[in-house]
């Protein structure tokens, strides 16, 4: 504990301009940034994040250290691979200088208070944006990232009660104890009465429609619905009262049909869904899996509040709801109501969080004097 205080003595930082510090947080963002693409692409395909080194995902050429140079290399070879120039996602360049930002942001809205504090909450920050970018592509968030975000919190908070308001240590604890329980509790209580209310969507269909399942969609009379717009968890599960099932080989008859991604349930009889490329059942009623959350945001917001507190938990709770009523507007007007079920639920909590690390306070003064 004594060494922590001396390294982010106070004093010993005013030493040097407080600008080359800026410099320095937002170049170290960017290196963080640049692992940061190695966990979001690996991360949610189960990879190592230590090893193979950085390579090219496409012909496998190992990045030498001059060519894996936060935001430098990607402008200089144009988004291109060295070898086989293959293109690079523009993500790549975004996260690095997102991190940069943030880091640099950290550093200038709490680096003259505390060195320590601005360090905590960039690493906070990087959390979130891994989190985010691996959410919108995989509808996922890893244990690594919520359960490590828990961990690491609490840590932060026992050094640094100042996350927190506190002065002891102890009370740096139990703020960030508390904030992780209403995290998990309150969102997953919020989830369960979710699903119970609104985690299935029923839709009648006239007596005798005939609904197709192919290998990419499901196809009603008035529509087809692609899998991947209803099956983003494993738990997630298709199912109608069938007066008839016929496949290639054989037919049924007043069966129940349940389908999920992994199993496809008819009657008693279990089978892999990848052995079945055509189905067609008649019904007069299915039912279409729905949900806004999912575990991995209770887990996420048990690792914000871990940080940030119970009052951030429920700032961010309340927030991320008008960010997402908002969007789902702008997109109605926009004539894109479809992407909204394309969109995953953590990246407004995170951008919730975010506007309450720097204005949260001032928000509750004002509303709340």
Same mark, same amino acid.
């Given at each position: ?13 005013? @030493? ?14 960017? *290196?963080?940034?640049?692992?940061? %693409?190695? !966990?979001?692409h690996?991360? +949610?395909? $189960? ?5 193979? +080194? ?16 936060p ?7 144009r ?16 996260? &690095?200088?997102?991190?940069g ?20 909450y ?19 968030? +890893?244990? /690594?990232?919520?359960?490590?975000g ?22 740096? *604890?139990?703020?960030?104890?508390l904030?992780l ?12 009465? $979710? ?33 991947? &717009?209803?099956?983003? @968890? ?11 099932? /016929?496949?290639?080989? @054989? !037919? ?19 089978? %892999? +869904? ?15 899996? @729905? &949900?806004? *959350? ?13 940080f ?13 709801s *008008? ?33 309450w690390?720097f ?11």
């Amino acid at each position: 504990m004594d060494a922590l205080k001396a390294i982010f003595n106070p004093d010993l930082w005013a @030493r040097v301009p407080f600008e080359f510090w800026a410099l320095v947080f937002f170049v170290f963002g960017c *290196m963080v940034g640049s692992f940061l %693409n190695v !966990c979001i692409h690996r991360m +949610p395909l $189960g990879m190592s994040i230590v090893s193979p +080194p950085s390579h090219c995902p496409h012909c496998k050429y190992s990045i030498p250290w001059f060519l894996n140079v936060p935001l430098v290399t990607w402008l200089a070879l144009r988004g291109k691979c060295k070898n086989c120039g293959t293109p690079i996602s523009v993500r790549y360049f975004l996260v &690095e200088l997102l991190t940069g930002v943030a880091f640099l942001a950290c550093w200038l809205h709490f680096g003259r208070g505390s060195a320590a504090l601005a360090l905590v909450y960039a690493i906070f920050l990087a959390g979130l944006i891994a989190a985010t970018f691996i959410d919108f592509e995989h509808f996922i968030i +890893p244990d /690594e990232i919520t359960f490590g975000g828990m961990v690491v919190g609490f840590i932060a908070s026992f050094f640094l009660p100042s996350l927190h308001g506190e002065t002891s240590l102890t009370g740096g *604890m139990k703020q960030s104890l508390l904030g992780l329980g209403v995290g998990a509790g309150l969102i997953y209580g919020i989830l369960r009465l $979710g699903k119970l209310l609104f985690g299935k969507q029923r839709l009648a269909l006239p007596t005798g429609t005939k609904i197709i399942f192919s290998e990419t969609a499901v196809h009603l009379p008035d529509k087809d619905i692609p899998y991947e &717009e209803l099956f983003y @968890r494993p738990s997630d599960v298709i199912a109608l009262q069938a007066c008839t099932v /016929e496949l290639v080989d @054989r !037919c049924y008859k007043d069966v129940l049909v349940r389908l999920s991604p992994k199993s496809l349930q008819i009657g008693d009889e279990k089978m %892999n +869904p990848e052995e079945v490329p055509h189905l067609e059942a008649v019904s007069a009623e299915i039912v279409l899996p @729905r &949900e806004a *959350m999912g575990l991995g945001d209770v887990k996420f917001m048990a690792a914000i509040g871990a940080f940030l507190g119970w009052q951030a938990v429920v700032f961010s709770l309340m927030v991320s709801s *008008m960010i997402g009523a908002c969007v789902g507007v702008a997109l109605i007007v926009l004539r894109r109501r479809e992407w909204s079920s394309r969109l995953p639920y953590g990246p407004y909590i995170a951008l919730a969080a975010v506007i309450w690390m720097f204005a949260g306070q001032s928000i509750l003064q004002r509303f709340f004097p």
